[in-house]
């Protein structure tokens, strides 16, 4: 196999064959400060996914080096996530109640997720993630991060509640809190390690404040002896990573396979839209089917190794690409150094109280949020913003994944009734104003004597043909109503990007009804691709062409032109429009009416 070869099929190797040394400082001191990040997270999101704090780190280290080989990306740091944790935890705790059930069964979980990517990589199966659109996005981070902060708050305060919905766990923090039942201590640990990351993060981001804040925290327990009189994460198990799949039955794989679709969808999505943003910031382009490919590998490799499913890190990948990465060399220096702690110094957590770990998590669930993302959406769209609050109320209220297809299926209600009932109004002429335009949206504009010009905004198919059928007779009769004789009936029809049978029918009846009261209908600037596929239904009447040439016109002022007669002698006639000046001359007009 030639080397370029071997570098597209693992762009780790290409890397390194032309490694640069000035890249070599940067990619140490970021792999040195990612490893005081990615401990902490990793242990925390473990803890949130329902497993022992230790496959956090299993589940950093294996994707790291993994997608050092296979990744696309230089700078993109995998690990486990606040987005999918909550997911996990909703699909293997239901089926155990112990640790080591509970590991082999997110073992199981990572490699179906990772086998979905990979399947979904080489079909070239990158575009399923747009439907996680942007108002989806927004709403479904938020309810994660409403899901996580309820779920580690009373960790943060010292107590415990029973819950199995958001409803019920903050009710049951509500009453707690008024029964008095937070601990002092643990509390005042959390909290100190709450408003120092925050407080580091306004004043000085450089300084890694949840470094700060977990070293700081297993000081003051070490140091005061206090591992007893409050909850600790507890010592790591000195070791590597080893296989932790046993037990598992048919029954559980088939089980896990609904929510491995949604991690899979949900973890390329946001690993693509990263890895995307920093491949432009260094002038270099990812292969998104090639990036499928490699977060599915990174994920069957840690769910073998008691690992659970990983995608990109939206707050590691960042600090980063700050801290001076150059490549995935960063990454790895990341995951050696973990390696080292794991070996060197596992006691140490058992200085680490929950609460402080519980502040670190409500901290990254806490910057998830987006209220001001929805606001714009209502200004915007009121649509969107209303499938984001779904998405939201789905996640929070029912479940993360279900709310997740929840808001998908809303997405695909939004979409249908966008082609089925899309935007279609009547057009005229603005006065000084190139192009024929919205009569509602423009007070001035003008109706042409005798001609009627309409645009529908969207493809013709099966669920919109009647549609538009009755919205060209509505405002003929409407025309007709008010005292207008309508002789012709002109269709911008550059919006109409598609047509199909159904949609054919209803055009011929408007057709026949408009040619029973002797109106022309025009089809005006109609796309070559869809004109030719109206002609190949090879629709006659009388035993001629039913849409010969005279039925087509290359755009609505050209055919006005003609009925009329004239020019427009309201625009400057040598004032090149938005198309080519010649070819609107040639069209028999120096006006372009292609609608703006």
């Not at 792999?31 to 589940?59: S, W």
């Not at 957590?349 to 209502?378: E, M, Q, R």
């Not at 109609?526 to 002609?535: F, H, I, S």
Request: hydrophobic share 50%.
């Amino acid at each position: 196999m030639r080397a370029g070869a071997v570098s597209r099929l693992l762009p780790g190797w290409g890397v390194f064959r032309s490694y640069d040394r000035s890249w070599l400082k940067g990619d140490l001191v970021a792999g040195v400060v990612l490893t005081a990040l990615l401990i902490p997270a990793g242990m925390g999101y473990a803890e949130v996914a329902g497993l022992p704090p230790v496959t956090g780190l299993y589940a950093t280290v294996i994707p790291l080096l993994v997608y050092a080989v296979v990744g696309p990306s230089r700078i993109l740091v995998l690990g486990p996530d606040s987005s999918l944790a909550p997911i996990i935890a909703a699909s293997i705790i239901p089926l155990a109640a112990f640790d080591a059930e509970r590991v082999a069964l997110a073992g199981v979980l990572a490699i179906e997720v990772g086998l979905i990517l990979v399947i979904g990589g080489l079909l070239k199966l990158g575009f399923v993630t747009d439907l996680l659109s942007k108002p989806i996005r927004i709403g479904y981070l938020n309810g994660i991060a409403l899901v996580v902060i309820l779920s580690q708050l009373p960790k943060l305060l010292g107590f415990s509640v029973d819950g199995d919905s958001v409803l019920e766990e903050a009710t049951g923090i509500v009453t707690a809190i008024g029964a008095g039942e937070t601990r002092a201590l643990p509390s005042a640990i959390g909290v100190t390690c709450l408003v120092t990351i925050f407080a580091l993060r306004l004043w000085r981001r450089a300084i890694p404040g949840v470094l700060i804040a977990v070293v700081g925290a297993i000081a003051v327990v070490g140091a005061f002896g206090w591992s007893d009189d409050l909850p600790v994460v507890g010592a790591m198990p000195r070791g590597l990573p080893s296989p932790s799949l046993e037990g598992i039955t048919v029954d559980d794989v088939i089980s896990l396979i609904g929510p491995a679709v949604g991690i899979a969808l949900i973890a390329f999505a946001d690993t693509s839209v990263l890895s995307r943003t920093f491949a432009a910031r260094a002038g270099d382009t990812v292969d998104g089917s090639q990036e499928m490919s490699a977060i599915g590998t990174a994920n069957i490799a840690t769910g073998f190794l008691s690992g659970f499913a990983i995608s990109a890190s939206s707050s590691r990948t960042p600090v980063a690409e700050q801290a001076g990465a150059k490549t995935q060399l960063a990454a790895v220096v990341g995951a050696l150094l973990i390696i080292v702690f794991i070996f060197a110094a596992p006691g140490v957590t058992a200085y680490l109280p929950s609460a402080a770990l519980a502040a670190v998590v409500i901290a990254a669930a806490i910057s998830l949020i987006d209220i001001s993302g929805i606001v714009k959406l209502f200004r915007a769209n009121w649509v969107e913003g209303a499938l984001s609050v779904a998405a939201f109320l789905g996640v929070a209220l029912i479940g993360v994944l279900e709310g997740i297809l929840i808001a998908i299926g809303l997405s695909f209600i939004a979409f249908v009734n966008l082609a089925w009932r899309p935007y279609r109004t009547e057009l005229g002429r603005v006065p000084g104003l190139r192009g024929y335009h919205d009569v509602t949206r423009y007070p001035t504009a003008e109706r042409i004597e005798g001609v009627l010009i309409v645009r529908f905004d969207a493809a013709l198919f099966f669920a919109n043909g009647g549609i538009f059928d009755d919205f060209v007779r509505g405002k003929v009769r409407e025309a007709r109503s008010a005292g207008r004789r309508v002789h012709t009936v002109i269709v911008a029809a550059e919006p109409i990007v598609d047509i199909d049978a159904t949609a054919v029918d209803e055009l011929v009846e408007l057709d026949d009804y408009l040619r029973s009261h002797g109106i022309t209908l025009i089809l005006a600037e109609m796309k070559d691709p869809v004109r030719e596929q109206l002609r190949r239904y090879d629709l006659r009447i009388d035993g001629k062409p039913r849409f010969d040439d005279s039925r087509f016109a290359p755009t609505t002022g050209a055919k006005i032109d003609e009925i009329t007669g004239t020019w427009r002698s309201d625009i400057d006639p040598t004032e090149p429009g938005p198309r080519d000046a010649g070819e609107e001359w040639r069209n028999g007009s120096p006006d372009d009416d292609r609608q703006l």
